[in-house]
């Protein structure tokens, strides 16, 4: 699949036939108007990169220190739990199941008779961990994978995308009876392996079609005119442009992973017993929503309250390296 | 155009035989699926035997794999545990699924598109924390949650809907469940609809535009929304074929006999040709639909050309 | 009963794709008195001998009669079509069929239709999963040898010796054979099974009081009612309709809503509302099955007389009460022995056999288990598959009351197994190293059918390899006894001999449930929790 390197400014409309609609014609008109004139990419000599200008903005945006807040609390929890929650997680008494709230059991209890409260904040270890590792493995592999295959088009990017076929291909079930069932290990490493596993090809593909649109962008047709290097052009033109769509995806895909670490555990290959999790808790509280909702109200509360805070940091990043901002 | 897209059709040959050589050996590496059919006694030694010479389970992995795919050729997609052959199921399932995802595509275009708009357009205001706060809602409660909960309230509380859908599944019964099998995606589309938008927003032919004086609503429609939606076609090429595999929850709720059923006992009945045909199907279901991603690029964006 | 008005929808744009869902019957529930049921989609061909579940079962049970068939409320075997079977050493059996049976395609049902049935499912070739309920009758061994081809085609034990009359001979006296014979894999076959065996799995033809009138795999049965049934139990309805739902939570809300009449089993989540949601119209039966956790006894570590201590330990440790009261709501119902109730006394049921091993007594659990030698490996494991049924539920109550008896947070956890195949492989292949789920659902209600499939060396449902020459004793003995009475007896010793040995953990007796619509009434499930549909009136 060649595709051209360096398409043609001077004729950007008519590639496809028949397509060369009349708002294209003016949008191609309207910015060949103003290539070189606003986005000729910033001065070689400027002090501070787009990175570090980002990173200046970041620090002054309240939402982005709210979130940032709110995170820093949760990998709090996660680490010492017991700072909020002194009681065992463990400790399930049957009689009490599904019983509502009652001092010192804030939340009430679950299907099992075991403290809502405590296995929510015991919980925040192995799904913050699942959900932000899980996220960050697939965000940096599929960024990757996905740009270098959108950036360099032809061959490679044939054979990424028809692998990413063959991965999309494969059902999570399947995938992960076959795969996690032979795992021994009683940490969420495993677990964090599959999503990234299972997750990379989707960022890829959004990755890969955003720089495809990046690539073709006046300004770094531009860079390129002006003789800067491969990596430079991916890393310092396309890079801040294409970054959006995979932000926008993989906030969200975070509390899938979430819950998704929960449909793996239903299926008996997930975390091992006795694991404590958002996802698990949610999952055994959903068949009992008509009689015991704040079973599932909690730890949704929760695993909602962590997506917004990923969501909410990931706008202000994107909106940080946007160069049209500012 | 018409070479790079007869190029991407012949990139399906690969693709099939790696994908179904992959699905071959991971259902077999699963173990010995004979064990499951006698319910909970061991099947005696000579009904197991003549039960894997049945389904040719006796043979070496390599020896099943070109004996299928040979009889695949010749239409034969082989018999289920059940007694049912594999193109059968497959003819009743995917009408269904098809018709299932389809609704939950349109859901994900008009709705989530439209949202993304609406709120890309007005960042910071109340309809965009509304549909914030709505995505929150989706993403962490589980759609067996909402299916249920809809179900009750649509299909018995005040009796709009059947709980369940027939087993011809007309389209109009198939409204709440796309809605529900569309959720999780629409947050996505959404999303990616409103922060492409608003990243456009600000692009200088979007400015151009509107110094030219066009009407705003040509300006949004034909500018902004056309350049935004590479993201938002992306995933939802992406989200096709999972929509299609991957309905489980939403077919069990209101009792849809599609493909995410057929497969998921396939797979938890270890039963390599049921397992091989579905997926095999969802494999092209996927090709094609990155190839009309791929192509819609050139559409969206006129500057990407294929050769 | 579905309110036709405007459909306004959350989402206004699609309100007006929205065909107004039109009102009057939809495919679910059919006019005049035939009702709709849920069901599942069988498993396996729907051959009689083939059919091992459930959902096979109930299609088999509405149109088939054998030679016996239990009562439906007692579980008796009582002669259906069978004359008379005559005996004098338990081992070779006379039978008579009773004369103006036919299948609903108008042929007779001869001594022939049963032999050549028998013959059928007990053929290697045939591959039937149900082949070893003919291994009683001599010649089994040739035409279905444990290994290597088979050398006849026909049991040599069956001998047709006139138009209505037939012989059995066994391999040896086995005195309950009679009342095996309600089983669904002894009914009577059609020469079309034989002649066009195609045209017969797509729509199956019998002789019980339904016939099928249409079939569409996967989805629905329609089965109408045969108004020329001979049999004394007619159908007091004119059809049932049989729609194949995948989760019985969408069966349950689909008899609120009034698209079907009746569900048959109860979904564990719904069981807290069911009494209110029907207004009554709910049914809890018990049922022939028995839910125990099996160990493995080819490891060493649990084979020992530390190990019957730390197992009577672990039967002390699980508070059943508890669980059977807040996660099953009555459903189930504590076990007290290896059997159950649906025996009744009579049959060989004993409550309370199994004594102070089965009740909730924490600290003599904690004391059994540390003169045991603690637990092997310092942790039980209770294996289950985690495909089909909630056995997470139940395994992890079981554990937190193990854990809260033996005051370790680790003493015991569950053991999840992603499929039914994968759990049945590590059964068979002895990869198991603790407790495992095992479930057993009476093929008849005997109480040899409790025990010999289950603890006899070698049997076919011995999971846990369990072995013991005094047990095979005395089951022999039953078997051979001339009287029921006796051989009741003896199979009552031979279960001491697994409670003193605990070579399961007996936990909760199975109902079967059931809700209905307030169209339906006579409405009742058979001890094998199969509803009783020929006695449903509609109306």
Same mark, same amino acid.
């Given at each position: 699949?060649?595709?051209?390197?360096l398409?043609?400014?001077?004729?950007?409309e008519g590639a496809?036939a028949g397509?060369g609609t009349?708002?294209?014609?003016d949008l191609?008109a309207a910015?060949?108007?103003?290539?070189?004139?606003a986005e000729?990419?910033?001065?070689?000599?400027?002090p501070r990169?787009?990175?570090?200008?980002?990173?200046?903005?970041?620090?002054r945006?309240?939402v982005?220190?709210?979130?940032?807040l709110?995170?820093?609390?949760?990998?709090?929890i996660?680490?010492?739990?017991?700072?909020?929650?002194?009681?065992?997680?463990?400790h399930?008494?049957l009689?009490?199941?599904q019983?509502?709230?009652s001092?010192g059991?804030?939340f009430?209890?679950?299907?099992?008779?075991?403290d809502?409260?405590?296995?929510?904040?015991?919980?925040?270890?192995?799904?913050v961990?699942v959900?932000?590792?899980a996220t960050?493995?697939v965000?940096?592999?599929?960024?990757?994978?996905?740009?270098?295959?959108g950036?360099?088009?032809?061959?490679w990017?044939a054979?990424?995308s028809?692998?990413?076929?063959?991965?999309f291909?494969?059902?999570?079930?399947l995938g992960?009876?076959?795969l996690?069932?032979?795992?021994?290990?009683?940490?969420?490493?495993?677990?964090?392996?599959?999503l990234?596993l299972?997750?990379w090809?989707q960022?890829?593909?959004?990755?890969?079609?955003?720089v495809?649109t990046?690539?073709?962008?006046?300004y770094v047709?531009?860079?390129?005119?002006?003789g800067?290097?491969?990596?430079r052009?991916l890393?310092?033109?396309?890079?801040?442009?294409?970054?959006?769509?995979?932000?926008?995806?993989?906030?969200?895909a975070?509390?899938?992973f979430?819950?998704?670490?929960?449909t793996l555990s239903y299926?008996?290959v997930?975390?091992k017993?006795p694991?404590v999790?958002w996802?698990?808790?949610?999952?055994?509280?959903s068949?009992?929503?008509?009689?015991?909702?704040h079973?599932?109200?909690?730890p949704?509360?929760?695993?909602?309250?962590?997506?917004l805070?990923?969501?909410?940091?990931?706008?202000?990043?994107?909106?940080?390296?946007?160069?049209k901002?500012r | 155009?018409?070479?790079?897209?007869v190029r991407r059709?012949?990139q399906?040959?690969?693709?099939f035989?790696?994908?179904?050589a992959?699905?071959?050996?991971?259902?077999n590496?699963?173990?010995?699926?004979?064990?499951?059919?006698?319910?909970?006694r061991?099947?005696d030694?000579?009904?197991?035997?003549?039960?894997?010479q049945?389904?040719?389970l006796?043979?070496?992995?390599?020896?099943?794999?070109?004996?299928?795919?040979?009889?695949?050729?010749?239409?034969?997609?082989?018999?289920?545990?059940?007694?049912?052959?594999?193109?059968?199921?497959?003819?009743?399932a995917?009408?269904?699924?098809?018709?299932?995802?389809l609704?939950a595509?349109?859901?994900?275009i008009?709705?989530?598109?439209t949202?993304?708009?609406?709120?890309?357009?007005?960042?910071?205001?109340?309809?965009?924390?509304?549909?914030l706060?709505?995505?929150?809602?989706?993403?962490?409660?589980?759609t067996f949650?909402t299916?249920?909960l809809l179900?009750?309230?649509?299909?018995?509380?005040?009796?709009?809907?059947?709980?369940?859908?027939?087993p011809?599944a007309?389209l109009d019964q198939l409204?709440?469940?796309?809605?529900?099998?569309?959720?999780?995606?629409?947050?996505?589309?959404?999303?990616?609809t409103?922060?492409s938008?608003?990243?456009?927003?600000?692009a200088?032919y979007v400015?151009?535009?509107?110094?030219k004086g066009?009407p705003?609503?040509?300006?949004v429609v034909?500018?902004?929304?056309?350049?935004?939606?590479?993201?938002?076609v992306?995933?939802?090429?992406?989200?096709?074929?999972?929509?299609?595999?991957?309905?489980i929850?939403?077919?069990?709720?209101?009792?849809?006999?599609?493909?995410g059923?057929?497969?998921?006992?396939?797979?938890?009945?270890?039963?390599?040709q049921?397992?091989?045909?579905?997926?095999?199907?969802?494999?092209?279901?996927?090709?094609?639909a990155?190839l009309?991603?791929?192509?819609?690029?050139?559409v969206l964006?006129p500057?990407?050309?294929?050769? | 009963?579905?309110?036709?008005?405007?459909?306004v929808?959350a989402?206004?744009?699609?309100?007006?794709?929205?065909?107004?869902?039109?009102?009057?019957?939809?495919a679910?529930?059919?006019?005049?008195?035939?009702?709709?049921?849920s069901w599942?989609d069988?498993?396996?061909?729907?051959e009689?001998?083939n059919?091992?579940?459930?959902?096979?079962g109930?299609?088999?049970d509405?149109i088939?009669?054998?030679?016996k068939?239990y009562n439906?409320?007692t579980?008796k075997?009582?002669?259906?079509?069978a004359?008379?079977i005559e005996?004098t050493?338990?081992?070779?059996?006379?039978?008579?069929?009773?004369p103006g049976?036919?299948f609903?395609?108008?042929?007779p049902?001869?001594?022939r239709?049963?032999v050549d049935?028998?013959n059928?499912?007990a053929?290697?070739?045939?591959?039937?999963?149900?082949?070893?309920?003919?291994?009683?009758?001599?010649g089994y061994?040739?035409?279905?040898?444990a290994r290597?081809?088979?050398?006849?085609?026909?049991?040599s034990g069956?001998k047709?010796?006139g138009?209505?009359t037939f012989?059995?001979?066994?391999?040896?006296?086995?005195?309950?054979?009679p009342?095996?014979?309600?089983y669904?894999a002894?009914?009577?076959?059609?020469?079309?099974f034989?002649?066009d065996?195609k045209a017969?799995?797509?729509k199956p033809?019998g002789?019980?009081?339904?016939?099928?009138?249409?079939y569409t795999?996967?989805?629905?049965?329609?089965?109408k009612?045969?108004?020329?049934?001979?049999g004394p139990?007619?159908?007091?309805?004119?059809?049932?309709?049989?729609?194949?739902y995948?989760?019985?939570?969408?069966a349950y809300?689909?008899?609120?809503?009034?698209?079907?009449d009746l569900?048959d089993d109860?979904?564990?989540?719904?069981?807290k509302n069911?009494r209110?949601d029907?207004?009554?119209?709910?049914?809890?039966?018990?049922a022939g099955l028995?839910?125990?956790?099996?160990?493995?006894f080819?490891?060493?570590?649990?084979?020992t007389?530390?190990?019957?201590?730390?197992?009577?330990?672990?039967s002390?440790?699980?508070d059943?009460?508890t669980?059977?009261r807040?996660?099953?709501?009555?459903?189930?119902?504590?076990a007290?022995?290896w059997?159950?109730?649906v025996l009744g006394t009579a049959?060989?049921?004993?409550?309370?056999l199994?004594g102070?091993?089965?009740?909730?007594?924490?600290?003599?659990a904690?004391?059994?288990?540390?003169?045991?030698?603690?637990l092997?490996?310092?942790q039980? =494991?209770?294996?289950y598959?985690?495909?089909?049924?909630?056995?997470k539920?139940?395994?992890d109550?079981?554990?937190?009351?193990?854990?809260?008896?033996?005051?370790?947070?680790h003493?015991c956890?569950?053991?999840?197994?992603?499929t039914?195949?994968?759990?049945?492989?590590?059964?068979?292949?002895? =990869?198991?190293?603790?407790?495992f789920?095992?479930?057993?659902q009476?093929?008849?209600?005997?109480?040899?059918?409790?025990l010999?499939?289950?603890y006899?060396?070698d049997a076919?449902?011995?999971?846990?390899?369990?072995?013991?020459?005094?047990?095979?004793r005395?089951?022999?003995?039953a078997?051979?006894? =001339?009287?029921?009475a006796?051989?009741?007896?003896l199979?009552?010793?031979?279960?001491?001999?697994? =409670?003193?040995?605990?070579?399961?953990?007996?936990?909760?007796?199975?109902?079967?449930?059931?809700?209905?619509?307030?169209?339906l009434?006579d409405?009742?499930?058979?001890?094998?929790?199969?509803?009783?549909?020929d006695?449903?009136?509609v109306?």
């Amino acid at each position: 699949m060649p595709e051209p390197s360096l398409p043609q400014p001077q004729e950007p409309e008519g590639a496809i036939a028949g397509t060369g609609t009349g708002a294209a014609m003016d949008l191609a008109a309207a910015e060949a108007a103003t290539v070189g004139a606003a986005e000729a990419g910033p001065p070689a000599g400027r002090p501070r990169s787009l990175w570090s200008d980002a990173w200046h903005d970041l620090r002054r945006n309240p939402v982005f220190v709210v979130s940032a807040l709110v995170i820093c609390f949760l990998v709090v929890i996660a680490l010492w739990p017991s700072l909020i929650a002194p009681g065992n997680p463990l400790h399930c008494d049957l009689a009490r199941a599904q019983d509502g709230p009652s001092p010192g059991h804030p939340f009430g209890y679950d299907g099992q008779g075991c403290d809502v409260y405590t296995r929510t904040v015991h919980g925040a270890r192995a799904s913050v961990t699942v959900g932000v590792c899980a996220t960050a493995g697939v965000a940096v592999l599929g960024s990757v994978l996905g740009g270098l295959a959108g950036y360099v088009g032809g061959f490679w990017d044939a054979l990424l995308s028809r692998i990413t076929d063959v991965f999309f291909a494969v059902p999570v079930v399947l995938g992960g009876l076959v795969l996690l069932s032979v795992v021994t290990s009683s940490t969420v490493w495993p677990v964090v392996g599959f999503l990234v596993l299972l997750g990379w090809p989707q960022i890829s593909r959004i990755a890969r079609g955003a720089v495809v649109t990046a690539k073709q962008h006046d300004y770094v047709q531009a860079a390129r005119a002006l003789g800067a290097s491969g990596p430079r052009i991916l890393l310092r033109h396309i890079a801040p442009n294409a970054v959006a769509p995979v932000i926008v995806v993989a906030t969200i895909a975070l509390g899938t992973f979430i819950a998704l670490e929960a449909t793996l555990s239903y299926l008996g290959v997930g975390l091992k017993p006795p694991s404590v999790s958002w996802g698990i808790q949610i999952s055994a509280a959903s068949p009992y929503v008509r009689n015991a909702p704040h079973a599932l109200l909690w730890p949704a509360g929760a695993l909602a309250v962590t997506v917004l805070a990923f969501i909410m940091l990931g706008d202000a990043v994107r909106d940080a390296l946007d160069p049209k901002l500012r | 155009m018409g070479r790079y897209v007869v190029r991407r059709l012949l990139q399906m040959i690969p693709v099939f035989v790696g994908a179904t050589a992959l699905l071959f050996v991971m259902v077999n590496v699963m173990g010995d699926p004979v064990a499951g059919l006698c319910g909970e006694r061991a099947c005696d030694t000579a009904t197991a035997a003549q039960l894997k010479q049945e389904f040719g389970l006796d043979q070496p992995l390599w020896r099943q794999y070109a004996t299928y795919m040979s009889n695949v050729f010749t239409g034969d997609f082989g018999t289920a545990f059940n007694g049912r052959p594999v193109l059968e199921l497959m003819a009743s399932a995917f009408p269904v699924t098809v018709r299932l995802t389809l609704v939950a595509v349109v859901f994900e275009i008009v709705v989530g598109v439209t949202l993304g708009v609406l709120t890309g357009l007005r960042r910071g205001r109340p309809v965009d924390t509304a549909v914030l706060l709505a995505t929150l809602v989706v993403i962490s409660v589980p759609t067996f949650v909402t299916g249920l909960l809809l179900q009750l309230l649509l299909g018995v509380r005040w009796g709009w809907i059947r709980p369940s859908v027939p087993p011809q599944a007309p389209l109009d019964q198939l409204i709440l469940p796309g809605l529900v099998l569309a959720s999780v995606s629409l947050a996505y589309v959404t999303r990616l609809t409103r922060t492409s938008l608003a990243e456009n927003r600000r692009a200088d032919y979007v400015r151009t535009a509107v110094a030219k004086g066009l009407p705003r609503r040509r300006v949004v429609v034909r500018h902004l929304l056309r350049n935004s939606l590479i993201p938002v076609v992306t995933f939802i090429g992406t989200d096709v074929g999972a929509l299609m595999g991957g309905a489980i929850v939403t077919e069990r709720i209101f009792n849809i006999h599609g493909v995410g059923y057929q497969l998921y006992q396939g797979i938890l009945r270890q039963n390599t040709q049921t397992v091989v045909g579905f997926v095999t199907v969802l494999v092209l279901v996927f090709l094609i639909a990155n190839l009309l991603v791929d192509l819609l690029y050139a559409v969206l964006d006129p500057r990407i050309r294929y050769a | 009963m579905r309110a036709p008005a405007r459909v306004v929808w959350a989402a206004g744009a699609v309100a007006a794709v929205l065909p107004l869902a039109a009102c009057g019957s939809g495919a679910g529930v059919p006019g005049g008195s035939v009702l709709s049921a849920s069901w599942g989609d069988p498993q396996n061909p729907l051959e009689p001998a083939n059919t091992n579940e459930v959902q096979g079962g109930k299609v088999l049970d509405m149109i088939f009669r054998g030679l016996k068939r239990y009562n439906p409320r007692t579980g008796k075997a009582e002669n259906m079509l069978a004359e008379k079977i005559e005996t004098t050493d338990a081992r070779t059996y006379t039978i008579t069929v009773k004369p103006g049976w036919r299948f609903s395609n108008g042929e007779p049902v001869t001594a022939r239709s049963f032999v050549d049935a028998w013959n059928y499912g007990a053929s290697l070739k045939n591959k039937q999963r149900n082949a070893y309920f003919f291994g009683y009758i001599e010649g089994y061994d040739k035409v279905h040898p444990a290994r290597g081809p088979q050398t006849a085609d026909t049991l040599s034990g069956l001998k047709v010796t006139g138009e209505r009359t037939f012989t059995v001979r066994l391999s040896q006296p086995f005195s309950s054979f009679p009342d095996t014979l309600g089983y669904a894999a002894f009914a009577p076959l059609p020469r079309m099974f034989f002649t066009d065996h195609k045209a017969w799995l797509d729509k199956p033809v019998g002789n019980g009081p339904y016939r099928i009138e249409s079939y569409t795999k996967g989805a629905q049965m329609y089965l109408k009612k045969w108004d020329a049934y001979p049999g004394p139990d007619k159908a007091r309805n004119d059809g049932v309709t049989l729609l194949v739902y995948t989760d019985s939570n969408t069966a349950y809300t689909d008899v609120l809503a009034g698209n079907l009449d009746l569900v048959d089993d109860i979904p564990a989540t719904q069981l807290k509302n069911v009494r209110k949601d029907l207004d009554g119209r709910y049914i809890n039966t018990p049922a022939g099955l028995l839910q125990t956790l099996a160990f493995p006894f080819w490891d060493p570590a649990w084979n020992t007389e530390g190990a019957r201590k730390v197992r009577i330990g672990l039967s002390m440790a699980i508070d059943r009460e508890t669980i059977t009261r807040t996660l099953f709501r009555g459903t189930r119902t504590p076990a007290t022995d290896w059997t159950s109730p649906v025996l009744g006394t009579a049959g060989g049921y004993q409550a309370g056999l199994c004594g102070r091993a089965c009740t909730y007594r924490p600290a003599e659990a904690k004391r059994l288990v540390q003169e045991g030698g603690g637990l092997p490996g310092g942790q039980v =494991r209770i294996t289950y598959n985690a495909d089909s049924g909630s056995h997470k539920e139940w395994v992890d109550a079981v554990c937190n009351s193990i854990n809260n008896a033996l005051g370790d947070d680790h003493a015991c956890v569950g053991n999840p197994v992603g499929t039914f195949a994968d759990f049945r492989n590590r059964i068979a292949q002895h =990869r198991m190293t603790g407790p495992f789920r095992a479930g057993w659902q009476m093929d008849y209600p005997l109480i040899q059918n409790f025990l010999q499939p289950l603890y006899y060396t070698d049997a076919s449902s011995n999971d846990g390899k369990w072995s013991n020459a005094t047990f095979d004793r005395l089951v022999d003995q039953a078997n051979a006894a =001339r009287d029921q009475a006796t051989a009741i007896r003896l199979f009552q010793q031979a279960e001491r001999v697994v =409670r003193d040995e605990m070579a399961a953990i007996p936990l909760w007796y199975q109902n079967g449930s059931a809700g209905y619509s307030d169209r339906l009434h006579d409405v009742a499930l058979n001890p094998f929790s199969v509803p009783v549909y020929d006695e449903i009136t509609v109306g």
